[in-house]
């Protein structure tokens, strides 16, 4: 565990609720098998900062843990939990070989260091009920700055804000980012691991399913891998295997109640009305990526929802 200063933080403890927080939560990977393990965790945390190590076990020295965001070590098996399918998968030991050859091995300090005080995230989702919130300023008054996918920020500003430090991505979902943001790769396939490859060097890859960025502008030490074993763990002990896997905004709440002391969550659910869609649409009907049968949008809300219930995450619901 990382220091553990005096916190600032708006929270409070409910025992029961902390005790189911914590059957939930854990603070090692076994990096050699890719497998889960559990330690008891501190009380007077809201939560807890993992360390950012190595993929695997490096020189036969034993466990080391491992957080969301992984670091380079040699090749590991993959996980158990099969994602998007593929026709004919490239070898994970290779592909993360060649992944990590390319992307820098020094995993964003920011994540690893403990600032005093209280580390305050924003987790912005894409929902509509952004829309006239005016919570822009509010959002980038946060430490970090979670966004994912194609959500834009310009012209949206007075709403969704302007600062990003972090953006959760795959190859079909990204966008161009800011000269300063990390781009969170989350691989839900080999391809998306041979992508960051390609797109960063020969731009051979232009089509998965379907087109693709051939090349993108993200500075190489701004890039940071989604540790396939940390999803797994999401879809397990969150998400009990609801869905065929997670979306990107539960695995991004997850990843920020791993780094960050209060997570504020906007942009998530339905609007007032009742519509699932996206604030940068005028098509507030819409909704079709509620019903796609990938995601388990409901159970995903309730899991939400039984966090800010107990306190462990605010959930702003805007308009």
């Not at 020295?61 to 098996?77: I, L, M, N, V, Y």
């Not at 019903?291 to 159970?299: C, L, M, N, S, Y």
Request: glycine content about 8%; aromatic content about 10%; hydrophobic content about 35%.
């Amino acid at each position: 565990m990382l220091s553990d200063p005096p916190l600032v933080c708006h929270v409070c403890e409910i025992p029961d609720a902390d005790a189911w927080v914590s059957s939930k939560f854990f603070l090692g990977l076994s990096s050699r098998s890719l497998q889960l393990t559990s330690e008891p965790l501190p009380r007077r945390r809201l939560c807890f900062c993992l360390p950012v190590q190595s993929w695997t076990d490096q020189g036969g020295r034993g466990t080391e843990p491992a957080g969301p965001a992984a670091a380079p070590g040699p090749p590991s098996p993959p996980p158990p939990q099969k994602l998007q399918r593929e026709k004919k998968p490239n070898s994970l030991n290779d592909t993360i070989k060649e992944l990590f050859s390319v992307v820098p091995g020094n995993v964003d300090p920011l994540l690893e260091k403990r600032l005093v005080g209280c580390r305050r995230c924003a987790v912005v989702g894409n929902s509509g009920n952004l829309k006239e919130s005016s919570y822009g300023p509010e959002i980038d008054s946060h430490d970090f700055v979670l966004r994912m996918n194609k959500a834009p920020t310009t012209v949206f500003e007075a709403d969704v804000g302007s600062k990003t430090t972090h953006h959760l991505v795959y190859p079909e979902s990204f966008r161009e980012l800011g000269e300063n943001v990390s781009m969170v790769l989350v691989p839900f396939k080999i391809t998306d691991l041979q992508w960051v490859v390609s797109a960063t060097t020969t731009g051979t890859i232009s089509h998965t399913y379907v087109p693709v960025p051939s090349k993108i502008k993200v500075k190489q030490d701004k890039i940071l891998i989604y540790h396939p074993a940390f999803i797994k763990y999401v879809f397990d002990s969150w998400l009990q295997g609801h869905g065929r896997y997670p979306s990107t905004g539960i695995l991004s709440v997850i990843f920020s109640m791993h780094i960050c002391d209060e997570v504020d969550l906007y942009g998530f659910g339905a609007d007032s009305k009742g519509n699932w869609h996206h604030y940068w649409e005028n098509n507030p009907s819409a909704g079709a990526f509620r019903k796609t049968g990938v995601h388990d949008a409901d159970f995903e809300s309730n899991v939400a929802a039984t966090l800010a219930a107990i306190n462990k995450i605010r959930i702003f619901k805007g308009r």
